[in-house]
């Protein structure tokens, strides 16, 4: 909608930088092929402010822009939860679970599973994650990154869904994580930037161009619901984030499943070149976190109250009424912002959305076929696969990854609150997948046979529980994963009659030791974190 040729041109700058680089990081040194090790963990040579850059591109993508804006639109700045919860949940990850994974070398998150349990097990959770990499997240991706298209420059459906595809295509498939790493760090600038550019002037429309922070004190009286962290079962979003139980339960199952067992998420970190840079890396991605929702919340709550005010519509003249957001498009919201951006601006804005969508998209595509790869191909079908073998099949995996969500991407049109969709149907997986490795990482009792009964158990129990009325899905997520562990704990105890289980992991106070950066970021998040709460209580 009314994109200027200067636009454009910011725009195509934005798609030449990101080839360029991603083409010219992916290229063999002289004398040397990829191998696996180059092609899927960027050989081992990522540095800390690579992998936090590359941690948030991976992880922001459409569904935090177009959908977590969506969700500001709709209920509010308690979707936030989301972000801030995750900074803590990062620090967790960094000191308790990264040791342990970098210790055994791993490629894949599913490779874990066989070194604790059993091949078996991690067949089963390599089909799980293969699944849901395709089906939720790539198609969702797609979806909402092509919604934004069409909403904004008119490009129908299919065609955006394409060519989204094959942008994140074209150097991700070629260049393996390496690629995806370096380009991450310039995605993560136009998102940040452009996040906050989309943010400023809507604040400053809102204002009447008094500025952000008159903008952001008129959001507060406009809408004092709207900034309510902890909604109240009176609220009729309560079922999506139903109030205190969001702090004490599912939604640590959700963030820890994603930052800590998540292959597209915590890939970057298995390609550190140490496990200390690894935790650098990590604080970074936390602090990070800690802004996001100023950048993909804000908007939202803006565009709800620039809708609901009929002298505000009244200054935004023909171009606000068209697209406009509302109870069952709430998603529409970023991209109804975007198109009241002045000439240039729209440009930048619309460069960060893109990154958003293709880094995530090049993470997904990788991290599906690095699992296909290791845990499917190589153990199944070609057992003496040369490394050359491993990276074309690589490549061939991702690519057939990216040809069925582009056919199922369409299919989810008509969904609102697409953020709220993931996060719902993740966690029918996420839950089980969450037990079974928190057992597996810190009780030795636990064994093969009742992490597969829990793995298997865990999805009639989140079905169950999703047909019982009332129950809020965050809350059927803790409740799935307790019900889990208690299988799991169940079956071990009858089978190994209390001793620990032969491949149980030894932990020690040394293994879990930090450098003093991590530990100062990590208590200045947590007071960070704890401050935001307090305020928006």
């Known amino acids: 909608m009314n994109f200027s040729t200067l636009d454009f041109i910011i725009f195509a700058a934005y798609c030449a930088v990101i080839l360029g680089v991603g083409l010219f990081v992916s290229r063999d040194k002289k004398g040397h092929e990829k191998n696996a090790e180059d092609y899927f963990l960027a050989g081992k040579s990522l540095p800390w402010w690579a992998i936090g850059a590359s941690l948030i591109a991976a992880n922001i993508s ?15 700045l308690a979707i936030a939860s989301y972000e801030w919860m995750a900074a803590i949940t990062l620090i967790i990850v960094g000191k308790y679970f990264l040791p342990i994974f ?3 070398g791993l490629y894949t998150i599913p490779e ?9 097990l991690k067949t089963i959770l390599a089909v799980f994650w293969i699944a849901l990499y395709v089906f939720v997240n790539l198609s969702s991706v797609l979806y909402l990154g092509s919604l934004a298209l069409e909403t904004i420059m008119g490009i129908p459906m299919m065609y955006g869904v394409i060519g989204l595809g094959l942008f994140a295509a074209a150097y991700s498939l070629y260049g393996g994580l390496s690629a995806v790493a370096w380009t991450d760090v310039i ?23 008094a500025g952000v922070m008159a903008g952001f004190n008129h959001l507060l009286k406009a809408a004092p619901d709207s900034f309510h962290m902890i909604l109240d079962e009176s609220n009729p979003e309560f079922k999506n984030l139903p109030g205190i139980w969001v702090l004490v339960g599912g939604m640590w199952v959700a963030n820890i499943y994603y930052w800590g067992f998540n292959q597209y998420i915590i890939q970057r970190t298995l390609a550190a070149k140490s496990l200390e840079e690894s935790q650098k890396g990590i604080a970074l991605a936390a602090g990070l976190k800690l802004i996001i929702p100023f950048i993909v919340v804000i908007p939202g709550i803006a565009a709800y109250v620039m809708v609901n005010d009929p002298e505000i519509m009244a200054r935004l003249g023909e171009a606000g009424q068209m697209n406009l957001p509302g109870a069952g498009a709430s998603d529409k919201a970023y991209p109804w912002l975007l198109q009241l951006l002045p000439v240039g601006l729209k440009g930048v804005a619309f460069a960060a959305l893109a990154a958003a969508v293709v ?6 595509l990788n991290s599906t076929s690095t699992i296909f790869t290791m845990d499917i191909y190589k153990q199944y079908i070609n057992k003496n696969a040369s490394e050359k073998q491993l ?8 690519g057939v990854a990216l040809a069925i969500a582009c056919v199922m991407a369409p299919l989810l049109g008509g969904i609102d609150q697409a953020f709220q969709f993931i996060q719902e149907y993740t966690g029918i997986v996420s839950p089980g997948i969450l037990a079974v490795f928190i057992l597996g990482l810190f009780w030795k009792k636990t064994t093969n046979k009742a992490a597969i009964w829990g793995a298997i158990l865990s999805i009639p129990i989140a079905v169950g529980l999703k047909m019982v009325p009332g129950i809020p899905f965050m809350n059927q997520m803790g409740l799935t994963a307790l019900g889990t562990m208690v299988v799991i704990a169940i079956v071990s105890q009858m089978e190994n009659k209390g001793a620990d289980d032969e491949k149980g992991i030894e932990l020690n106070a040394g293994l879990f030791k930090t450098g003093p950066i991590f530990n100062i970021a990590a208590f200045a998040i947590c007071i960070i974190t704890a401050v935001l709460y307090a305020m928006f209580w």
Do not use: C, H, P
Not at 62 to 76: K, R, Y
Not at 197 to 209: E, F, I, K, M, P
């Open 391 to 398: 990276v074309s099949t690589g490549r061939l995996a991702a």
């Open 359 to 364: 880094s995530s998209l090049a993470s997904m």
């Open 187 to 209: 995605q993560v600038v136009f998102l940040v930037l452009g996040g906050l550019v989309t943010t400023y002037l809507a604040l400053d429309v809102v204002s009447d161009g």
């Open 102 to 104: 970098i210790e055994k």
């Open 112 to 120: 874990f599973v066989e070194k604790r349990f059993s091949t078996n």
């Open 62 to 76: 459409a569904e935090q822009f177009i959908g977590m804006s969506g969700s500001g639109f709709a209920l509010g």
